[in-house]
């Protein structure tokens, strides 16, 4: 599974909800961004890397993988390969 990676646009990190959850290795601390755009809506931005064995899966399926997520409906979400804040100032 891909793990959440930190990056320097981090402004907030999500953390476990519990200590039992952190301590047990459930859930990890998540860098995120988190901003609101010119309309007021909210976004949270995170950062993700494949394991070499997961990127050779990648390359085998030809870049298909399965976003999973708790709840029940699908929120909106956008996923790229391009980095976000590449020739912004921050």
């Avoid at 961004?33 to 809506?41: K, S």
């Amino acid at each position: 599974m891909a793990v959440g990676a930190p990056f320097p646009q981090s402004n907030l990190v999500l953390t476990a909800p519990t200590a039992e959850d952190a301590l047990a290795g459930n859930v990890y601390d998540l860098h995120v961004h988190v901003w609101r755009d010119l309309e007021g809506a909210g976004h949270v931005l995170s950062k993700w890397q494949f394991s070499a064995e997961e990127l050779a899966e990648l390359q085998r399926t030809g870049g298909v993988f399965w976003f999973h997520c708790w709840g029940d409906t699908h929120p909106p979400i956008a996923i790229e390969v391009e980095d976000p804040f590449a020739g912004r100032q921050t």
